[in-house]
């Protein structure tokens, strides 16, 4: 099977940053380009800004995670959920944080052991994101 | 070959994606002021819920089932708008924004190595998977065609909200045209509709059949591009494009990317300025101005930026000096040095229609608060449910501050305002 690659009717002029430096071959430049910008948390939190939602924690915070009620948790709704994650789940109609088991069986985990934990069936659990980071503002709000 | 992803009744879909209680629930969305309803989801036109029904007859309104009212959330709006067009944008690497829930994209050559319609539907699937919202997607070698396609795609649940019109398959062209009535066809609407049924057309594809010379005679040569457009000749640019119902979009690509400051202030004023002149031109004011900007989400070793702001002004105007001032103010909160920006846009919304111009009115009359004939009209303006209207004099009397009794929180905007999520 012979797969015919087309080229693009209309290409956009790409226009790439030109080099000053010259690279010797075999042995990277110290002054290699690199841009110095102000650290920035959203770089360190965030991965994809377009599906990253904000959600405060709300609740009872007996956990071994050290999430409090008030917290920030940074979600990512595109994340495809893995076991051990912690979630947002939709449960009756409202968003819950637990921690997603996969295996043996799909369970939601409360994140306060004082709670029990939830089989949902498989085919109707609803996801909103994947809790990717959290932020605990150690001093209160004043 | 364009594809038009429309996401599905998008202001409803938009109240309910932080709201898990509302899924399966008819949701009603109201203009500005509460005036009437302009969003219904799925279940609420089942209740019989017509677009531009007055707030209060809902209100009044034996329903079966309790349906939910919103006022209308613009800052929401945008924003998830923006997010949908992120999530578009990095799947197709020419896509340009129609209105604030219809996408154009530029899909040629897709088909060399993927199926378009196996492209529609992982184009769902991602903007799904980050926004929680649905698209239904069109396809066709032209935009009209594109559109009819996507007007389909929703009319017709088999198709599973994918349907494209490829120009080797003619024939079910032909066939979806002739099911379509005339009046959903792009830019034609209920009066050209009615003088073409006069003429014994009421389907897309006897207006496609029809003598482009005669149409252009007759209507106008919008609509001879119309004609050409249904037989497969693209060309409608969007600057021609029949205007978007309640906003004004005005954005482009950069031929050159921006890292300047100034020169983003520069391009964001001249879209500032045309999207002024197409607000005039439709005879509306507009409350709601956002500004977009984003780096290319292809480009190698570049970080990917894309942000939206909006401004929020108290009273509707369409001069372009308060538009472009409303339109720096939101770019100053979005700028980021050191991005190569490829695409800015400006978004207008929350329209409401001449008449209801207090300038004027002060500027031709004279108020003498004995005046009746003045506060006749002045009762009229007030009680229409369309706008208030006061005396300079007075200062901005309090019944002014826009009824928006029902107003959901502010998402992803506002940091008092983001969901919650219990942990118990």
């Known amino acids: 099977m012979l ?19 010259c690279c010797p071959a075999g042995f990277p430049s110290p002054a290699a380009d690199y841009t110095e910008a102000e650290l920035d948390l959203n770089d360190y939190c965030i991965r994809r800004r377009s599906s990253t939602y904000f959600v405060r924690a709300l609740g009872d915070s007996m956990n071994d995670l050290g999430l409090h009620s008030g917290d920030l948790m940074i979600v990512d709704k595109a994340e ?45 659990l609803q996801v909103f994101g994947v809790v990717m980071s959290f932020i605990h503002k150690t001093r209160s709000a004043g | 070959m364009f594809a038009l992803a429309d996401v599905n009744s998008f202001y409803a879909s938009c109240e309910s994606v932080f709201r898990p209680d509302l899924r399966g629930k008819p949701i009603v969305v109201l203009s500005s002021n509460d005036g009437c309803v302009i969003a219904r989801n799925g279940l609420a036109k089942l209740q019989n819920i017509k677009m531009g029904m007055p707030w209060f007859q809902l209100k009044n309104a034996r329903l079966s089932e309790k349906v939910h009212v919103f006022s209308s959330n613009f800052e929401l709006y945008a924003s998830l708008s923006n997010r949908v067009m992120a999530h578009i944008e990095e799947m197709a690497p020419r896509v340009e924004q129609y209105s604030i829930d219809e996408m154009f994209l530029d899909i040629s050559g897709i088909d060399s190595c993927i199926d378009y319609e196996v492209f529609g539907n992982q184009l769902r699937e991602h903007v799904k998977s980050g926004t929680g919202l ?74 496609a059949q029809a003598n482009p010379s005669f149409i252009r005679r007759n209507f106008s040569v919008v609509l001879e591009r119309t004609v050409r457009e249904l037989n497969g000749e693209s060309c409608i640019s969007l600057e021609e494009a029949p205007p978007a119902k309640q906003q004004i979009i005005c954005s482009r690509s950069f031929g050159e990317r921006i890292t300047i400051y100034e020169s983003m202030r520069q391009a964001v004023c001249q879209y500032a300025e045309r999207a002024a002149e197409k607000l005039r031109g439709e005879r509306q004011y507009c409350r709601h101005i956002s500004v977009f900007v984003k780096t290319s ?74 005046s009746d004939q003045l506060m006749k009209v002045l009762d009229q303006i007030n009680h229409s449910g369309l706008g208030k209207v006061w005396f300079a004099g007075r200062g901005i009397a309090p019944e002014w501050q826009m009824k928006r009794e029902m107003l959901s929180p502010a998402y992803t905007t506002r940091w008092s305002d983001i969901p919650t999520a219990r942990l118990t």
């Open chain 2, 134 to 207: 649905t698209i239904g997607i069109g396809g066709g070698i032209s935009k009209t065609l594109a559109k009819s396609a996507q007007w389909a795609s929703k009319e017709w649940p088999q198709f599973r909200g994918v349907l494209v019109l490829t120009p080797n398959n003619r024939r079910r062209t032909e066939k979806l045209l002739s099911l379509q009535p005339v009046a959903e066809v792009w830019g034609v609407g209920n009066r050209i509709a009615k003088k073409l049924a006069t003429m014994g057309i009421t389907t897309a594809l006897q207006l």
């Open chain 1, 3 to 21: 797969t015919f690659i087309t080229p693009a009717p209309a290409p956009e002029t790409q226009t790439s940053p030109l080099f000053t430096e």
């Open chain 2, 297 to 370: 989400p292809f480009a190698v070793n570049e970080p990917y930026y894309g942000n939206v702001a909006s401004e929020r002004l108290l009273t509707p105007t369409r001069d372009t000096r308060d538009i472009i001032a409303a339109a720096m103010k939101a770019l100053d909160r979005i700028w980021r040095e050191g991005h190569r920006y490829a695409k800015a846009g400006i978004m207008l919304n929350d329209f409401t229609p001449t008449g209801i111009s207090q300038l004027n009115l002060f500027d031709e009359v004279q108020p003498h608060a004995d």
């Open chain 1, 80 to 124: 495809r959920a893995i076991h051990g994650d912690i979630v947002i789940a939709e449960i009756d109609g409202e968003f819950t944080v637990k921690r997603l088991l996969l295996t043996p069986r799909v369970a939601l985990q409360p994140m306060n052991p004082a709670y029990p934990t939830l089989y949902p069936d498989p085919e109707h």
